[in-house]
Structures are given as C-alpha cells and as structure tokens.
C-alpha cells in the first residue's frame, strides 16, 4: 500500500524546521521534512553559537557533550581594538561543532518517526480544498516553509517575505586554538561590518571566525574577512598563518518578523519568517521555539481541534522592538570614534550586557 498523505510537510531541516517536525511527530501527526542537501551539515549558513535560554529550554539541553563548547566571557573590541571583558553570573553560550549539530537533529527527527527525505528539494505547490498539493510528495494539510531567508515556500504561497538582510561570511580552521578560547570575541568596525561586527570563537574542532554587514542590493558588497582578520587577528588571539577549511556564507534577515507570514494552511518559521534578532542576527533560541509553537499548534489543531495554528504562527512570533530600535539607530548613526571614546563607559557596557546577555520582551 502506498504510504498514507502526510499531515504536515515541513520544507528546511534546520533548528525551525526539526523543532516544528518533532513537536507535530511527538503529538502522533505524520510528518515529512524536504531537506535539498544530501547531507545536513553540508554548507551551512548558521554559526551554530547557542545562547543559554536555549541551551537549557529546549531540545537542544541533549546535544552530546563531544558537540558543544561552553563560553562565559564576551571580549568586545573597538575600532582602535581597545577592548572591555563583558559577562553575567551564570550566563554563558555554547559554541558548536555545527555540522554535527546538524546531523544530531537529523536523527532526532528520524527517532521521533519524522519522514525526513534528504537530497529533496522543494519545487512547489499548489493549493488544494484540504491543504496543499506538494510537488513529489502529493496531498498534505499543513505545509511549513523552514528554507531560510529567500524561502522557496513563501513565494509559492504568496507569504511574506524577507527584504532586509545582513550578508556574512565565516572561515572555519580545523584544530587551531585561539590564546584566549573562554570568550566569544566581538569586533565592531564601519570599515569592515557595516551595519554589523565581526567575531572570532574556538568551538570544539577549531577555530571559527566571521564577518558580517548590511547587504544593500544596489551596491552588493562582499565582506572582506581576509582584510578583516589581519587586522584584528593578533588583537583576537587568532594563530598566525592559518588555512581556511570550510567557509560559511549567506544572507541573515534582520529586519524582524514579516508581514503576513502564515494564511491558509501555510506557514513560516525560523529565517524564513525573519525570526531573527535585528541587533545579535541570533536566531537558533528564537528559530527553535517558534518552530516548537507551531509544530505543536498544528497538532493541536488536526488532532483536538484546537485553535488555528496559522494565528498562533503570528502570535507567537517575538517582535523584537527593542531591538529593532536599535537596528534602526545602528544603521544610521554607526561611527567608530564613539566606540573608541566611550568603550569603558557604563552606558554603553550597560548597552552591550543588555544586547549579549538579557533577553528582552519583544
């Protein structure tokens, strides 16, 4: 017999895309997840850096202890590379082996009876009385687009979509260790981040080491993170004469959730949905449990009648208006002198704990 139509199709198996398939697969719904990649840790976008909340919350508390690496420190540097030792009692995050991350989440999705289908993509849609008509696969009820910041899902369905977005690019260096490897450094520069910082970490299988800026479409700019590390890396502790392994690079929405993001039995999550900080570009917390919420809201929803998921999709998406304030600031009034003058000041060491260790409402 062929297999039964699924209830849910969730496109995307990154952290929003597994989190809304075992919280639907948890519930008993029959869920299949479209991954393009053949392998999931394959050509990453994310830096894979967890903050507390999730780390404790979530799923996530069960990644192996071989995967992640616990910071409590945030070395923030200024243009001049003056730099002020940032934390909070009992804060912390957890750098990652990232693509392992990735394959984990994957056999946790197969653990909890998720039809996870590798090496297919997502190609379209079209709607039906019941739902959706998805291109190999057939009829489902819900259809959940987890496919990142220019989702393929949103288009088809006529959703919101993402229109504001930094562009970074990250050098992974297998086996290297940083002089200082307990803190997350955080170097702000217009010349080389734009509208955003750059950063260096030790994870548990090396070093990684990013940059990222404000991507204007009209003038499109490549981030110079080889020009970026030579002048930061002694001042960041980066050992010298180091290789790339892997590179990471890719668009990250930063303009906060958007409009119209879930109608008719269609659904977005994760970047997909722009649930991403507008200040940090952190979004694995955020991805994670708005996933969680409409995974579940849709099991509620076919199973017990419950309230419409769609409604709970927009509801529990957070707003970020702090922090879209000061994205709005930042992007405006970013010079380098005041970092350089009032980096040792209490305002903006406050400014700095509140962005990299308190969550805020909306």
């Not at 009992?90 to 039809?115: I, K, S």
């Not at 769609?310 to 930042?330: C, M, N, T």
Request: some cysteine; overall charge positive; glycine content about 12%.
């Amino acid at each position: 017999m062929p297999d039964p139509s699924p209830d849910l199709v969730v496109v995307g198996a990154s952290f929003a895309g597994a989190a809304c398939a075992i919280a639907a697969a948890q519930r008993g719904l029959h869920v299949c997840v479209l991954e393009r990649k053949h392998d999931p840790g394959d050509k990453l976008h994310t830096t894979g850096i967890i903050v507390k909340e999730a780390a404790e919350h979530t799923l996530l508390n069960q990644l192996p202890s071989a995967l992640v690496r616990r910071i409590e420190q945030v070395r923030l540097y200024a243009p001049s590379l003056k730099q002020v030792a940032l934390a909070a009692p009992g804060y912390y995050f957890l750098t990652t082996d990232t693509p392992g991350v990735m394959r984990w989440l994957a056999q946790r999705m197969r653990e909890h009876g998720v039809d996870l289908r590798l090496g297919q993509p997502f190609t379209g849609c079209e709607r039906s009385p019941a739902g959706w008509r998805i291109d190999g696969v057939g009829h489902a009820r819900y259809l959940v687009g987890a496919d990142g910041a220019r989702s393929r899902v949103a288009r088809h369905c006529g959703l919101g979509q993402v229109r504001q977005f930094l562009y970074g690019v990250e050098y992974e260096f297998p086996g290297a260790v940083l002089e200082k490897p307990d803190a997350l450094h955080c170097f702000i520069s217009k010349r080389y981040a734009p509208g955003y910082i750059g950063w260096i970490a030790q994870n548990p299988t090396g070093i990684q080491a990013g940059l990222a800026l404000r991507h204007d479409p009209a003038r499109a700019r490549v981030p110079d993170i080889g020009g970026f590390l030579l002048r930061v890396g002694m001042a960041g502790g980066l050992p010298r004469l180091l290789r790339p392994g892997t590179t990471r690079a890719g668009l990250i929405p930063c303009s906060g959730p958007v409009f119209d993001m879930a109608r008719d039995r269609a659904i977005l999550v994760g970047d997909a949905a722009g649930v991403v900080s507008p200040v940090t570009a952190g979004g694995i917390h955020s991805a994670w449990e708005h996933g969680w919420a409409v995974g579940r809201a849709v099991a509620a929803h076919l199973r017990d009648g419950g309230p419409s998921p769609e409604q709970v999709a927009i509801d529990s998406a957070p707003r970020f208006r702090f922090k879209r304030a000061l994205r709005w600031a930042y992007d405006r009034i970013q010079f380098d002198w005041p970092f350089d003058l009032l980096l040792h000041s209490p305002p903006l060491r406050w400014a700095a704990s509140q962005v990299y260790f308190h969550q805020r409402a909306g």
